[in-house]
């Protein structure tokens, strides 16, 4: 179990502390890239690169709780995962969608569906709606940090959000009616 202690060790380039923060929290930060980047080698690097960074910085930092060191290092995983589609795609191409056109997205299916496949549909959707749909409603970011942290306007944000929601809903609709013998 990783304590504030551990923590501190880490800081202090303690071998045995940093695999044991690995071992605790490589699979997490993984599974934070991998939503973003949808690729096992690049995710497994942006996890690395993370690694990096926590074991570089940790030493300047302070926390008076692990939970705030877990929050801590899953910025950085994000920041790391953001940073590779930043430097493969262009955020900025995203188009504008009229902010009226939000479409209602209290839909009963979602709440029917395993998480496990909602994570299958959202792998599907293009990489601004994913990335997006990723940082709003998993991560808990505001649309104004979406628009810094991807360079892109607060109405783009909104715009891949209410996108992404629409195709999600759709996509949904469609698994559901073909599992239940109605083909599209």
């Known amino acids: 179990m990783v304590t504030l202690l551990t923590i501190k060790k880490c800081g202090e380039n303690d ?31 942006a996890v690395a690169n993370a690694f990096i ?21 899953r910025r950085i995983i994000i920041n790391e995962s953001l940073t590779i589609l930043r ?22 299916v979602l709440s029917e569906m395993a998480l496990q496949e909602v994570m299958v549909l959202v792998k599907k959707l293009p ?19 979406i628009s810094q942290l991807l360079g892109i306007s607060i109405g783009a944000s909104k715009s891949q959000l209410s996108k992404a929601r629409a195709m999600l809903k759709k996509k949904m609709n469609q698994l559901r009616r073909y599992e239940y013998g109605t083909k599209l």
Not at 65 to 71: D, H, I, K
Not at 129 to 138: G, K
Request: hydrophobic share 40%; net charge negative; no cysteine.
């Open 15 to 45: 071998e045995t502390a940093q695999r044991l923060v690995f071992n605790t929290y490589g699979d997490l930060l993984f599974g934070i890239a991998y939503r973003y980047l949808n690729d096992k080698m690049t995710a497994e690097d």
């Open 87 to 108: 430097q493969r795609y262009r955020f900025q191409d995203m188009e504008t969608l009229d902010q009226s056109r939000t479409p209602n997205f209290d839909n009963p």
């Open 53 to 73: 960074k926590i074991f570089n910085r940790v030493g300047r930092a302070t926390f008076n709780e692990v939970n705030g060191f877990e929050a801590w290092i």
């Open 127 to 145: 990489l601004g709606y994913r990335t997006v749909l990723n940082l709003f409603a998993v991560e808990g970011f505001s649309h104004v940090e």
